[in-house]
Nanobody, 124 residues
Framework: QVQLVESGGGLVQHGGSLRLSCAASGRTFSTYAKGWFRQAPGKEREFVAAISRSGVSILYADSVKGRFTISSDNAKNTVYLQMNSLKPEDTAVYYC?????????????????WGQGTQVTVSS
């Protein structure tokens, strides 16, 4: 099993940047595919970005493509989400997740482990 803890959320102005971190404890993080998801008030949780176990396959939601970057430092057991050019519509609780299967990276229900979430608020 793996335990996930997110950090790095906060309040930022429109156009600003934040970097989220997700630290893992337990099994070696390199054996998991990792993803970032978000949930805005009154909306369903949605896919943001994901990275395969090897890091070769990286996927982004269309809404964040070109603005967000997912990366993984397996030596530090940490996955990051660099968020640039933030918009008010990016406001949400952001969750990291991990799974052993290396397929279906955009499928929320396929993830086995979840962090507690970190709030990101973008002011207009």
């Amino acid at each position: 099993q793996v335990q996930l803890v997110e950090s790095g959320g906060g309040l930022v102005q429109h156009g600003g940047s934040l970097r989220l971190s997700c630290a893992a404890s337990g099994r070696t993080f390199s054996t998991y595919a990792k993803g970032w998801f978000r949930q805005a008030p009154g909306k369903e949780r949605e896919f943001v970005a994901a990275i395969s176990r090897s890091g070769v396959s990286i996927l982004y939601a269309d809404s964040v493509k070109g603005r967000f970057t997912i990366s993984s430092d397996n030596a530090k057991n940490t996955v990051y989400l660099q968020m640039n050019s933030l918009k008010p519509e990016d406001t949400a609780v952001y969750y990291c997740a991990a799974k052993e299967a290396n397929w279906g990276l955009v499928i929320i229900s396929s993830y086995d482990y979840w962090g507690q979430g970190t709030q990101v608020t973008v002011s207009s």
